[in-house]
């Protein structure tokens, strides 16, 4: 699986680990064929972090700065609102970390925010049969939803399932009530009631049924978290140790931030379990270079709405989006799977 080149990164400060990683990257990668976002990718890298806070602050915000990287995590990672009950906001996402952690609910949160948008603009049944009425439904939410998890939703759930929903919202809540679950705490339960298990483990961050339909063009790169107990002799106590698995990885200032809301998770457990966090380890399918992600962006906002295709209501121009190929051809694979659903719950 890992190839014939040693794989194993290891580093005392995020600054080394990713120094190490994009050299690595850079040596034994390889172009891709896409000119017009050219990058180097590896494939397969386990990094580890030697996690020492005394020592280690000096390292550890080699791309953005310690306010940036709050800025990030307050925003995109420990935030507090669930999707249905974004209106209005700042910034549009397809996902968010806290949303796939804390409010883990397999997409029903997408479904209800779904229903109750079509509710407020005046929608008790849905009847779509062109793509301009897709288009229409844009225009009316996209200060609220991005566009393409309201397409992904369609697509998913098909006609007769949202009128369903349409006319039965509580159904919708109560599944929401029963497959919601914040993975983070019930992994620091599982280690407190257990300390010895293996089991303290995340389920997958990408929705398997939503992300596979490939229509919200980003899902979550971040796959499981696991913590494990590990036992120090030397002091006879036992520590935490955890582990991810991440799809890909770029070795830069995104990386900076995948580990940040690792190292974050892991003061959580710490502080839940008084337990030490002493390692940190990421399992990388592909590590990615690409000279283009540190030159262009120029604020931690621009850099996290670029990286998730996310967007600002005020900045987007919705005319433009809407007569886009790439809409056009998503309208067009909704418009049949919402008439033909095979992808409902």
Request: charged share 15%; aromatic share 10%.
């Given at each position: 699986?890992?190839?014939?080149?040693?794989?194993?990164?290891?580093?005392?400060?995020?600054t080394?680990?990713?120094q190490?990683?994009?050299?690595?990257?850079?040596?034994?990668?390889?172009?891709?064929?896409?000119?017009?976002?050219?990058?180097?990718?590896?494939?397969?890298a386990?990094?580890?972090?030697t996690?020492?806070?005394?020592?280690?602050?000096?390292?550890?915000?080699?791309?953005?700065?310690?306010?940036?990287?709050?800025?990030?995590?307050?925003?995109?990672?420990?935030?507090?609102?669930?999707?249905?009950?974004?209106?209005?906001?700042?910034?549009?996402?397809?996902?968010?970390?806290?949303?796939?952690?804390?409010?883990?609910?397999?997409?029903?949160?997408?479904?209800?925010?779904?229903?109750?948008?079509?509710?407020?603009?005046?929608?008790?049944?849905?009847?779509?049969?062109?793509?301009?009425?897709?288009?229409?439904?844009?225009?009316?939410?996209?200060?609220?939803?991005?566009?393409?998890?309201?397409?992904?939703?369609?697509?998913?759930?098909?006609?007769?399932?949202?009128?369903?929903f349409?006319?039965?919202?509580?159904?919708?809540?109560?599944?929401?009530?029963?497959?919601?679950?914040?993975?983070?705490?019930?992994?620091?339960?599982?280690?407190?009631?257990?300390?010895?298990?293996?089991?303290?483990?995340?389920p997958?961050?990408?929705?398997?049924?939503?992300?596979?339909?490939?229509?919200?063009?980003?899902?979550p790169?971040?796959?499981?978290?696991?913590?494990?107990?590990?036992?120090?002799?030397?002091?006879?106590?036992?520590?935490?140790?955890?582990?991810?698995?991440?799809?890909?990885?770029?070795?830069?200032?995104?990386?900076?931030?995948?580990?940040?809301?690792?190292?974050?998770?892991?003061?959580?457990?710490?502080?839940?379990?008084?337990?030490?966090?002493?390692?940190?380890?990421?399992?990388?399918?592909?590590?990615?270079?690409?000279?283009?992600?540190?030159?262009?962006?120029?604020?931690?906002?621009?850099?996290?709405?670029?990286?998730?295709?996310?967007?600002?209501?005020?900045?987007?121009?919705?005319?433009?989006?809407?007569?886009?190929?790439?809409?056009?051809?998503?309208?067009?694979?909704?418009?049949?799977?919402?008439?033909?659903?095979?992808?409902?719950?």
């Amino acid at each position: 699986m890992f190839g014939q080149k040693p794989t194993l990164l290891e580093a005392a400060t995020v600054t080394e680990l990713l120094q190490k990683a994009q050299q690595f990257t850079i040596k034994n990668g390889h172009a891709s064929q896409d000119t017009a976002n050219p990058e180097i990718n590896c494939h397969a890298a386990t990094l580890t972090l030697t996690i020492d806070f005394q020592t280690n602050e000096k390292g550890r915000y080699p791309y953005w700065d310690k306010s940036s990287e709050n800025w990030y995590l307050k925003t995109f990672v420990t935030s507090k609102i669930p999707p249905e009950l974004i209106r209005n906001a700042d910034m549009i996402f397809p996902y968010t970390y806290g949303w796939r952690s804390q409010f883990y609910d397999e997409g029903w949160g997408y479904i209800l925010q779904t229903i109750k948008l079509l509710k407020e603009n005046g929608y008790e049944n849905l009847t779509i049969s062109h793509a301009e009425d897709l288009a229409k439904l844009v225009s009316l939410t996209y200060t609220s939803i991005h566009p393409n998890v309201l397409l992904s939703v369609l697509a998913w759930q098909g006609e007769k399932n949202m009128h369903t929903f349409l006319t039965n919202i509580s159904f919708v809540e109560h599944q929401l009530t029963s497959h919601r679950i914040n993975t983070i705490k019930h992994v620091s339960d599982h280690l407190q009631e257990q300390p010895n298990s293996s089991f303290a483990i995340t389920p997958s961050l990408t929705y398997g049924a939503f992300d596979h339909i490939h229509l919200t063009s980003h899902a979550p790169a971040y796959q499981t978290f696991q913590a494990l107990t590990i036992l120090n002799k030397d002091i006879n106590a036992p520590s935490l140790e955890t582990i991810h698995h991440q799809k890909s990885m770029y070795v830069d200032g995104s990386g900076q931030l995948d580990i940040a809301h690792d190292l974050l998770w892991g003061q959580f457990l710490s502080q839940r379990t008084g337990m030490s966090h002493t390692k940190l380890t990421i399992f990388v399918n592909e590590l990615k270079f690409s000279s283009a992600n540190t030159s262009t962006a120029t604020s931690i906002e621009q850099a996290l709405l670029a990286s998730v295709n996310g967007y600002q209501p005020r900045n987007f121009d919705l005319s433009t989006f809407l007569e886009s190929p790439s809409f056009r051809h998503k309208a067009q694979v909704t418009l049949e799977a919402y008439l033909h659903a095979k992808h409902a719950a």
